[in-house]
Antibody, heavy 122, light 107 residues
């Protein structure tokens, strides 16, 4: 059974940094593309970044490019999101999510974690 | 690609049929469109991919249709657990984008 558990969220001041983690279990983590998706209060989800199974490819939405960095440690079955220069508009629940097929980027998500809340406020 | 979902809220009774619409600002090639259900306090759950293929374990009460710029999610007979928010998502172009959601509420 696929299990994704995010952690690392919290309250941070504008301009601050946070590192989110997503612990994966129940599947061959190292074979799958993984993404971070966020959802601001009362809004639809927003994809923000993906990383290939071997970390060779990453991609970001324009609004976080240069501020956020996605990475993974396949030996630890863990996905990360380093968030720097945080803004009020980055406030959201952050989910990690899995592409459904191993070694293939499809762009939809068959498994999601429960999310971790990031609040950026002074 | 901007996805616009209508209506914003759908008020129906259990047992009724729900029809949700998702319109794309540009053609979604190869029907690369998915639908998700989100209950309060939970993560989105994949229902439909490829515009019409049901995800594993999803009831056949859920069906997807459409092509090009117009897509539809139909719930044939609403069960109590179906009252939730539904999102469409395109994965044809980067960035992947989601609609703003349709809330299906109990009338």
């Amino acid at each position: 059974q696929v299990h994704l558990v995010e952690s690392g969220g919290g309250l941070v001041k504008p301009g601050g940094s946070l590192r989110l983690s997503c612990a994966a279990s129940g599947f061959a983590f190292g074979d799958y593309y993984m993404s971070w998706i966020r959802q601001a209060p009362g809004k639809g989800p927003q994809w923000i970044s993906y990383i290939s199974s071997d970390s060779g490819y990453t991609n970001y939405v324009d609004s976080v490019e240069g501020r956020f960095t996605i990475s993974r440690d396949n030996a630890r079955n863990t996905l990360y999101l380093q968030m720097n220069s945080l803004r009020v508009e980055d406030t959201a629940v952050y989910y990690c999510a899995r592409d459904p097929y191993d070694e293939v980027l499809t762009g939809f998500y068959d498994n999601w974690g429960q999310g971790t809340l990031v609040t950026v406020s002074s | 690609i901007v996805l616009t979902q209508t209506p914003g809220t759908l008020s129906l009774s259990p047992g009724e049929r729900a029809t949700l619409s998702c319109r794309a600002s540009e053609t979604v090639s190869a029907n690369y469109l998915a639908w998700y259900q989100q209950r309060p306090g939970q993560a989105p759950r994949l229902l439909i991919y490829g515009a019409s293929s049901r995800a594993t374990g999803i009831s056949d009460r859920f069906s997807g249709s459409g092509s090009g710029t117009d897509f539809t999610l139909t719930i044939s007979r609403l069960e109590p657990e179906d009252f939730a928010v539904y999102y469409c998502q395109q994965y044809d172009r980067s960035p992947r984008t989601f609609g703003q959601g349709t809330k299906v509420e109990i009338k």
